[in-house]
């Protein structure tokens, strides 16, 4: 959907560790990272996304989960999305790096 609508991706990456070596090969400019992985949470992922400055959004199906409180105001995407709710949290995580 995304490569679709123009975006050049990174991923996907089914484990934190496999995610933390697309950071050391690519430049992002935001992120959508789904909160449990494989190998564990995605929170040491979305710590050094803070530490880069790179926005990101987090999804998940778990709708309960009590996330760390430094992200409560990270957006999330609970699933199912839609392609369009994608889309516009992309988007807006774009803009939000260039302001």
Do not use: H
């Not at 679709?4 to 050391?24: F, I």
């Not at 690519?26 to 959508?32: I, P």
């Amino acid at each position: 959907v995304l490569k679709d609508a123009g975006y050049e991706t990174v991923g996907p990456a089914p484990t934190l560790k496999k995610a933390m070596a697309l950071l050391d090969e690519d430049d992002v400019d935001s992120a959508l990272l789904d909160i449990q992985l494989k190998d564990g949470y995605c929170f040491p992922l979305a710590d050094r996304l803070c530490k880069d400055k790179v926005p990101f959004a987090f999804i998940s199906g778990v709708t309960n989960m009590r996330l760390p409180r430094l992200y409560l105001t990270v957006p999330r995407l609970e699933k199912p999305f839609s392609n369009e709710e994608m889309l516009a949290t992309v988007v807006k995580l774009i803009r939000s790096r260039k302001l």
